[in-house]
């Protein structure tokens, strides 16, 4: 089946002629000269991996489990017999893959070098972090710059520091859950970040408790031709609550830049814990990213995806539903613009009878971007009472916009329910002439009717999110028509 | 002359339990009227009376001349002549009314009897024109597309053919015009006699123009908390339904 | 990102019973056939020995069970296997009981003297080949190969036999249906039906192809059965404004691997409904391509299937649209009971300037048991904005409401749920025209829910 795409095949470096991909022109897009006292120069070999875990001072059980991923990345194949032939113009060998100014974050933003904490200051990280979050990770390439933690969120007994610190300073916590949700050989670009992890957060909220307002990290990229691998952990013990927000851009260079996480979430029985991001990576950003969460007995595990900017994303967070009547939900906001591919989706593993997954889908395709959503629902034998309901929209602007969608869908018995969904359109040209001898421009009405398109989604971002999502459809959408 | 008698009866969905000891009696050639506001367990009791599985008996029983039916399925209760006028009737794609009906009658047959096809389209049809129903509404899928009125006809068209010892028909009226209405209306009073007994379910007045009952009882929090004479469903038109709230503090 | 998965150590044999040497004497066994025909012939031998069985890693095969697609202990059926009796199917329904041709094990048994319009051509295709040498060259497997058995098409083109072949030219329109008998009998058989339509402009024309094979016929039940080897195509061509119909009705043994292919073409104007109704086969794969290629066009793709036992029923379809203003429709619908599996993968691909396309898929699953398995994978490319395109699938069980609906007028559980079993399946047979193929088509789903 014709899944490959039509995107530049050119080798390195690729530029793409994009009068409107300017998405990061406005925020995201600057950058410092910054010293690195720790580089690992550029290639992947065992040397590489060697450094980072020297530099790093770990346990041999995690040099070795980095040795063996490096392994396991060489043996696999990319996978283009599904995805994207866009992957073969990766370079691995042109990448650097870690670069830090030093492994310990500073717990107070006046340590934070001046030129690090300038970025993050005309990002807004930490004016957000006074006015209502319970703590903030800044990542700058591989090592958070800045990790702090409200007083108050801390004494609940909440642990939130980086993977460094995690692996290094709370082992018996953390080696029980890491690389189980998500194993090396998962992917190709999973055993990759298990090569080279660096960075990312490890949480873990105690039984019971509910961490009030949201924990957050944001990831940024400034060196050109660099690789960011971070690596997150997330268990919520039983009960718990917690909601964890990352937000992620990079200046946007020439050269393509690779970023491919991995994230574990585990939720112990009753646990919720609500994973939000907005990416908003320049056009030149390969992001491969991997995602996905355990839930036990009526834990629920709840995936808020927004997915702006890069060149080419792929991500399908998923849940697997482990215990009776867990709950799974992937709520995703894609927009692709030109030369732009948004290849996202979701995975719903029931496991346990009485499960229930949501998806929710909605992309945008702008000029000649490519939204794809790709998806599993699997409902194996002699379950009962499971439930999955998908609904994917999309809309296309332009007349050359592009959208796919490859929804798989097993279920076996007759004590289970699925339902999918999906639809295509364009921008009613009633409404927009509607609006438009209302005295609007007709990008302000495209700008309006796009955002309405997405509304009831963005509603469920927390509110700085949501505007913040409405500012940057605004902007994608002024070079739209006309 | 046969007896439906419901006795302290007592039911859950879930965990919640929402008929919370209700009893009544209601003989055959008696028309009786439950009124209350929304969320009092009206619609509960019928369907439970019918057997809809989502219920669960948790004390008390319903009797059909003298034997319990809780343990019955379904089907058997309505064989055993228990006829549901569904407020909501379920759209059932790509199932004739002919066919439908054809196999709810062989249903009541002996093993082995066939259907007088002739004999029943006759039937059918006789009730069809009583009810003002087009004939070529038997080759459609049952309910599917139907008005609201044109479901409610098609529910009493089924309660024609079917002959039931009790009808229960919960919120018959709701979604019907005036014209529909009385079409409905007329349709029950020419089935109401000395051989069938109605349990009506309401939450107007208005129905009770049309379909005169014997009895009218007021249903609130899952109980009978007022019985009477069709007066009754006057001073509830009029007094409103927070004067049996009034009464009930005051008691 | 879904791992990829090595595929299994792949011993099997990738021509199987199809040797260089069974294919020699195939093309001895044709007698006198023109060059053309057996140069096309070898060049599809070459393509099937040269291409590879598939593999864990095609995408077109996903869910599939790919050790059943096995080619060894297979024969080319002939008609010394198959006697009088078992030519004639007996209890047919009567809107499918009259062949215009029927074919036993590759080669035609009997054919009809129906008067039909001026111009019509019924014919075998094993006579078009000499007759209709070009209509044959312009559609006879002329269509690409999409749906991941561009190996078994070959396969299919470099052992046909015979089938059916019908022309209907310009303006002409023919009132009674065309129907086509396909037999497998012998154990160990394989054969290779084939149907070719061509309905030229405004041309009117009904279709039927049966496939039976004798283990049907001759044991009530199907309790003891025979296996076959099925690799058919039919190739549908509607010229401007033409309508064309086709039904085809499988009711292969319960132990044949049936492998078919359709291609419809679909030109200004015109009309294909096509329905498929999937019975038979121990492993069953259709693929179906609709390509809409002029303003106007407009493909209905229907399909109903009965699965039980252990039966996997396979369904790939493709509705390419490529031309403004086209319209597709794809309903297929599964009941499902025992371990029966079945695969619906569709896809729906609106090429770029395709503007105003209006193209819509629906896969419904009804799981009858605890133990049946149903994949869905509906897909979409969409390259036009200006389009309304949507797709569901669904898999559930009978709904629980209405079950009380029809229990709660006496009816009993089993009772209610063939009832609401075959509702469902006539929102498809619903769509036919003709009554008398309806009744047909539903008297054989009977027959097979009565086994």
């Not at chain 1, 991995?262 to 646990?271: Q, S, Y």
């Not at chain 3, 190969?145 to 019908?166: I, N, P």
Request: hydrophobic share 40%.
């Amino acid at each position: 089946m014709p899944t490959t795409d039509t995107l530049s095949n050119e080798l390195e470096p690729v530029t793409i002629e994009n009068p409107v991909a300017g998405i990061d022109q406005t925020k995201g897009d600057f950058q410092y000269d910054v010293t690195y006292e720790f580089d690992a120069g550029t290639g992947l070999t065992e040397k590489t991996v060697d450094y980072i875990s020297a530099v790093k001072k770990e346990a041999p059980w995690i040099r070795e489990f980095r040795q063996n991923a490096l392994k396991v990345f060489r043996a696999k194949p990319m996978p283009t017999h599904w995805a994207t032939k866009d992957l073969e113009n990766i370079n691995f060998d042109k990448i650097r893959y870690y670069l830090a100014s030093g492994q310990k974050p500073k717990r107070t933003w006046d340590e934070v070098p001046d030129d690090i904490k300038r970025t993050f200051e005309r990002l807004g990280i930490p004016e957000q972090e006074r006015k209502y979050l319970a703590g903030v990770e800044a990542q700058f390439d591989s090592e958070a710059a800045y990790s702090n933690i409200k007083d108050i969120v801390a004494k609940q007994g909440v642990i939130f520091v980086n993977s460094t610190e995690g692996l290094r300073e709370h082992p018996e916590i953390f080696r029980k859950f890491f690389g189980k949700v998500i194993p090396t050989g998962d992917n190709k670009f999973s055993a990759l970040n298990s090569a080279v992890f660096s960075g990312g957060s490890f949480i873990y909220v105690p039984p019971g408790v509910k961490v009030a307002q949201p924990l957050q990290a944001y990831f940024r990229i400034n060196a050109e031709n660099f690789g960011q691998f971070e690596r997150t952990l997330i268990i919520a013990d039983e009960g718990s609550e917690v909601t964890y927000m990352e937000g992620c851009t990079a200046p946007k260079f020439s050269t393509s830049t690779l970023h491919s996480a991995v994230v574990e979430l585990v939720a112990l029985k009753g646990a919720k814990i609500q994973y939000i991001t907005v990416q908003n990576w320049a056009n030149n950003v390969f992001n491969l990213v991997t995602k996905r969460g355990v839930a036990h007995e009526e834990a629920e595990i709840k995936w808020i995806d927004c997915n702006i900017g890069s060149r080419l994303t792929m991500k399908y967070p998923g849940v697997v539903l482990k215990g009776r009547k867990a709950r799974g939900e992937v709520i995703s906001i894609a927009l692709a613009n030109d030369g732009q591919h948004q290849d996202t989706g979701a995975k719903m593993i029931h496991a346990a009878d009485e499960t229930t997954s949501n998806i929710v889908a909605k992309s945008i395709s702008v000029g000649q971007g490519r939204s794809t959503y790709r998806g599993v629902v699997h409902i194996p034998k002699h379950l009962k009472g499971c439930k999955n309901n998908t609904e994917c929209d999309a809309l296309l602007i332009n007349t050359n916009s592009r959208t796919d969608t490859y929804p798989a869908i097993t279920v076996r018995g007759d004590r289970n329910y699925v339902q999918h969904e999906a639809s295509v359109s364009k921008v009613n040209e009633e409404m927009i002439f509607y609006m438009q001898q209302r005295g609007l421009t007709e990008g302000q009405a495209m700008s309006l009717a796009v955002n309405g398109f997405v509304n009831d989604l963005a509603r469920q971002f927390p509110m700085e999110y949501s505007v913040e999502l409405k500012r940057l459809i605004d902007l994608e959408m002024e070079g739209s028509v006309g | 002359m046969s007896s439906l008698v419901i006795q302290d009866l007592h039911v859950a969905i879930g965990e919640k339990e929402i008929v919370k000891g209700l009893s009544l009696t209601i003989n055959s050639g008696e028309v009786h009227a439950i009124m209350g506001p929304n969320g009092t367990g009206k619609s509960t009791l019928a369907k439970v009376i019918a057997g809809h599985p989502d219920y669960t008996v948790t004390g008390g029983d319903v009797l059909l001349d003298g034997a319990s039916i809780l343990e019955k399925e379904a089907d058997e209760r309505a064989r055993a002549g228990i006829f549901l006028a569904f407020q909501y009737p379920s759209e059932i794609p790509g199932v004739s009314i002919a066919n439908f009906l054809r196999a709810a009658q062989q249903a009541r047959m002996a093993e082995g009897e066939e259907l007088d096809a002739s004999a029943y389209y006759k039937r059918l049809y006789a009730k069809m024109d009583m009810l003002k129903i087009d004939r070529k509404f038997t080759s459609r899928s049952v309910n599917e597309g139907f008005s609201g009125g044109e479901k409610k006809r098609c529910e009493i068209l089924q309660m024609a053919m079917l002959e039931p010892k009790f009808a229960l028909m919960d919120e018959t009226d709701s979604g019907l015009d005036i014209d529909a209405l009385r079409i409905v209306s007329e349709g029950v009073n020419t089935l109401k006699g000395p051989n069938l007994g109605v349990l009506m379910i309401t939450h107007y007045q208005r129905l009770l123009n049309y379909i005169v009952p014997d009895f009218v009882h007021v249903m609130y929090d899952g109980r009978i908390v007022k019985s009477g004479d069709k007066s009754l469903a006057l001073e509830l038109e009029s007094k409103g339904y927070d004067w049996v709230k009034k009464e009930l503090v005051t008691a | 990102m879904s791992a990829p998965v090595s595929s299994p150590a792949a011993t099997r044999s990738p021509i199987g019973s199809f040797t260089a040497e069974t294919f020699a004497e195939h093309l001895a066994s044709l007698g006198a056939v023109p060059a053309w025909w057996i140069a096309r012939k070898r060049a599809a031998y070459d393509t099937f020995a040269r291409l590879p069985l598939p593999s864990r890693t095609d995408e077109a095969w996903r869910f599939s069970t790919l050790q059943g697609v096995a080619l060894e202990g297979f024969h080319i059926a002939t008609p010394a296997e198959t006697t009088a009796a078992e030519r004639r199917i007996p209890d047919l329904p009567a809107a499918l009981a009259t062949p215009d041709l029927a074919f036993a094990n590759n080669h035609l048994s009997a054919r009809s003297n129906a008067a039909r319009p001026a111009g019509v051509v019924v014919t075998t295709l094993a006579e078009a080949v000499g007759s209709h040498a070009d209509l044959l060259k312009a559609h006879f497997m002329a269509q690409p190969q999409k749906l991941g058995s561009e190996k078994f098409a070959a396969l299919h083109t470099a052992f046909v036999r015979d089938g059916a072949f019908v022309y209907v030219p310009r303006g002409v329109e023919v009132a009674t249906p065309i129907v086509i008998h396909h037999l497998a009998t012998g154990p160990a058989s394989a054969i290779f039906p084939h149907t070719l339509v061509i309905a030229e402009e405004n041309a009117k024309v009904t279709v039927i192809d049966l496939f039976y094979s004798d283990a049907r016929l001759s044991l009530p039940g199907g309790a003891v059965s025979v296996p076959h080897f099925a690799c058919g195509a039919n190739d549908l061509y509607a010229g401007h404004g033409a309508q064309l119909t086709y039904v085809g009705a499988q009711a292969w043994s319960y132990e044949t691997l049936s492998l078919q292919f359709n291609s419809t073409v679909v030109r200004r104007d015109a009309r294909v409904q096509s329905l498929n109704l999937h019975l038979g086969g121990r492993q069953s794969r259709h693929e179906s391509l609709s390509q809409l290629q002029a303003p106007g066009a407009f493909s209905e793709m229907l399909a109903l299937t009965v699965a039980d036992g252990t039966q996997e029923f396979d369904q790939r379809t493709l509705q390419i649209h490529q031309a403004p203003d086209t319209k597709s429709d794809l309903l297929y619908k599964n009941s499902l009971r025992d371990q029966a599996k079945t695969i619906f993968s569709g896809l729906i691909v609106v090429d770029p300037d395709a503007q105003r396309t209006d193209a819509y898929q629906s896969n419904r699953n009804l799981m009858l048991s605890e133990e049946a398995e149903a994949n869905s994978l509906p897909g979409l490319e969409i390259q036009a904005n200006d389009v309304r395109c949507t797709h569901g699938a669904t898999s559930s069980r009978i709904d629980p409401e209405q079950e009380f609906y029809l229990q709660a007028r006496g009816i009993r559980k089993d009772a209610a749920d063939q009832l609401l079993t075959f509702g469902f399946f006539e929102e498809v047979l619903n769509r036919l025209v003709s009554d008398d193929l309806h009744a047909g088509l539903r008297s054989l789903i009977e027959t097979q829910f009565e086994q």
